[in-house]
C-alpha cells in the first residue's frame, strides 16, 4: 500500500484567447474589435457570459475518488474520461491521506491506519485475479474512496467560471478548494482578461 499527500493538476491545452472571445462578443453587432478588455468587461458586468463558452479547457486530474465525484457532478465537460478500476493492477494503487491531518496523528492512529489500509489491500490482492474480468470488478467494491483515480476531461469557460464559483466558496471542502484554485493557477495564463475580470467580477 502506498500513501500519497498531494493531487496532480495538469493543464494539456486549450482553444480560444481573450481576443477570440471578444471578437465572437462582437459578431452579432458587426462591429470591428479595438478593445478586447473593456468588450471582455462590458460583457461580464451584463452577464453576457455565452461568449466565453468558445473558451476550452483540457484538463488532467490525479486525485482521490471522494474528489472525482464532486469534479464529475458537473456535467457540463466534453469528453470526460476516467481511470477505471478494471484495469487497475494491485501495485499501482495509492491512498490520498491529507499531509497535515497525517502527521499530527498519535503514532498509534498511524499505525492502525496503516494496518487498514493493509488488510484492505491483501483482501483485494486474494479476489483480484489478473485476466478474470469479473474477478476485478468485484475486487474494487472493497476499495476506499481515498483511491487515487485519474479524471481528464474538456470544459469551455463559461462553464469553468461556474465550476470556480461553487468549489473556491470558504464552505468547499479544503482539497475542493485546493484543486479550484490550482486549475485557476494553469489557466489564467491562457485567458487573463477573462478569468481576472471573472474572479474580481467584471470590475
Known amino acids: 500500500m502506498k500513501i500519497v499527500h498531494n493531487i496532480s493538476v495538469n ?42 463558452e468558445h473558451g476550452m479547457l483540457d484538463f488532467e486530474l490525479k486525485i482521490p475518488i471522494f474528489l472525482d465525484r464532486q469534479v464529475v457532478t458537473y456535467r457540463t465537460m466534453v469528453g470526460s474520461l476516467g481511470e477505471s478500476g478494471r484495469y487497475v493492477s494491485p501495485e499501482d494503487m495509492a491512498y490520498y491521506l491529507p499531509k497535515e491531518e497525517y502527521e499530527g496523528m498519535l503514532l498509534l492512529d498511524r499505525m492502525d491506519i496503516n494496518d487498514t489500509m493493509d488488510k484492505v489491500q491483501k483482501l483485494y490482492n486474494r479476489i483480484y485475479k489478473p485476466g478474470n474480468m469479473r474477478s476485478r470488478e468485484v475486487a474494487r467494491n472493497l476499495l476506499p474512496q481515498s483511491l487515487m483515480t485519474v479524471r481528464i476531461f474538456q470544459i469551455n469557460l463559461r462553464n469553468f467560471m461556474h465550476f470556480l ?25 491562457i485567458f487573463p482578461i477573462s478569468l481576472n475580470g471573472y474572479v474580481n467580477k467584471g470590475e
Open 11 to 52: 493543464l494539456n491545452g486549450h482553444y480560444g484567447s481573450d481576443e477570440l472571445i471578444a471578437n465572437r462578443t462582437l459578431i452579432t453587432t458587426k462591429k470591428r474589435l479595438v478593445n478586447p478588455e473593456n468588450t471582455i468587461k462590458f460583457i461580464l458586468k451584463h452577464k453576457h457570459l455565452k461568449p466565453f
Open 165 to 189: 464559483d461553487e468549489r473556491l466558496e470558504k464552505s468547499a471542502q479544503t482539497e475542493m478548494r485546493e484543486l479550484a484554485n490550482r486549475m485557476l493557477e494553469l489557466a489564467l495564463p
